[in-house]
């Protein structure tokens, strides 16, 4: 049976080299959200190390799916990401090539989680120049492993240069930025030989 995955907010490196093995990898909006995973979080790679970027949800007293997620906005979250990974990659190589294609995405708000992740995944294969393997359909088994934010890479992430690199040393399988804004066009090839 295929595996569905939940969209992730600019997912980590071996989730998209993952996403990039498959055919057809199925996004479902019907699984129950759970907490601690990569659905509403990212890290990237700050001045001062890593740095986790949280998307705030509206909670509720009853168990929601994925496509029931409301986005909180009592706070510019949007504004401080940005700022926040522009800070961190405005030094990087390809950071200037890619920033206006990303900036908009932190300029619209955005109702449903899902709706938000869906866009980005979208955007990502945009930018790494592949055709998007993503279909929407139901009654698929979730790839757990995939989703969950405290566990080790799925896939070996062979080191690259990083801005900080010399500072911190090198930071595995942060969000799919990193290596984005770091090796621009030859992004799509590291994935592909990656794995």
């Known amino acids: 049976m295929t595996a569905a995955i939940c969209p992730a907010y600019f997912p980590p490196i071996d989730y998209i080299a993952w996403v990039l093995k498959q055919n057809k990898v199925v996004l479902?909006?019907?699984?129950?959200?759970?907490?601690?995973?990569f659905r509403n979080r990212t890290s990237i790679y700050s001045p001062n190390g890593k740095q986790d970027l949280i998307v705030p949800i509206r909670h509720t007293q009853h168990k929601q799916t994925d496509g029931e997620i409301k986005i909180a906005y009592d706070e510019d979250w949007q504004k401080n990401h940005w700022k926040s990974i522009t800070t961190a990659y405005n030094a990087s190589p390809f950071f200037?090539?890619?920033?206006?294609?990303?900036?908009p995405l932190f300029l619209k708000k955005h109702e449903t989680l899902?709706?938000?992740n869906k866009k980005i995944l979208l955007l990502v294969?945009?930018?790494?120049?592949?055709?998007?393997?993503?279909?929407e359909e139901k009654n698929y088994i979730l790839n757990t492993e995939l989703v969950i934010?405290?566990?080790?890479p799925i896939y070996p992430i062979?080191?690259?240069?990083?801005v900080f690199k010399v500072k911190h040393g090198f930071i595995p399988n942060l969000s799919i930025l990193d290596l984005i804004f770091n090796l621009g066009n030859e992004a799509k090839g590291f994935l592909e030989k990656g794995n």
């Open 28 to 37: 479902n909006k019907d699984f129950f959200y759970q907490k601690q995973t």
């Open 114 to 116: 899902y709706s938000l």
């Open 158 to 162: 062979p080191q690259y240069t990083q």
């Open 149 to 152: 934010a405290k566990r080790p």
């Open 96 to 103: 200037e090539f890619y920033k206006e294609e990303l900036e």
């Open 125 to 135: 294969f945009g930018l790494l120049d592949v055709a998007s393997p993503l279909v």
